[in-house]
């Protein structure tokens, strides 16, 4: 069900925990499932990620994807941060089951979020960057006619 890659993130996940007084750190749940995912950057005055950290509270996968998003950012410019996609989570972690496609877009919504508040914080505009939703489930609900 789950690849290689998966479980070894979820049972043994990279950059557990958080960073005091953060560049930026974005929070997004996900209300259907309960999955609560923070994402911790710090940035440079180069405009690299430095050090990332998680705190997530879910599925085995919501860790899963939590951590391999922090793999994918560390040490990563800005720029190439927002270039991760929970496309891009779902490869590096050999795929995921239908049902778990949400949490790399959890993971995905958590690095744009800690960004945004980067960006907010000083006062700059990241191209590309819109702001984050808390609740990856306002994207998929069915419109109402």
């Not at 919504?109 to 960004?115: D, G, S, V, W, Y």
């Amino acid at each position: 069900m789950y690849s290689e890659k998966v479980m070894d993130h979820f049972q043994n996940p990279r950059n557990v925990g958080e960073i005091e007084e953060a560049s930026g750190v974005g929070t997004v749940g996900n209300a259907k499932c309960g999955d609560i995912m923070r994402i911790f950057l710090d940035i440079d005055g180069e405009g690299i990620i430095r050090d990332v950290k998680f705190k997530t509270f879910g599925c085995g996968a919501a860790v899963a994807t939590s951590s391999m998003a922090t793999e994918l950012v560390k040490g990563k410019t800005v720029r190439e941060a927002m270039q991760v996609t929970n496309k891009a989570v779902m490869e590096a972690l050999d795929g995921l089951p239908p049902v778990k496609v949400h949490c790399s877009l959890l993971a995905e919504e958590a690095i744009h979020a800690a960004l945004w508040d980067y960006a907010e914080k000083n006062g700059i505009t990241i191209e590309g960057l819109e702001r984050p939703r808390s609740d990856i489930g306002e994207q998929e609900e069915e419109p109402e006619y």
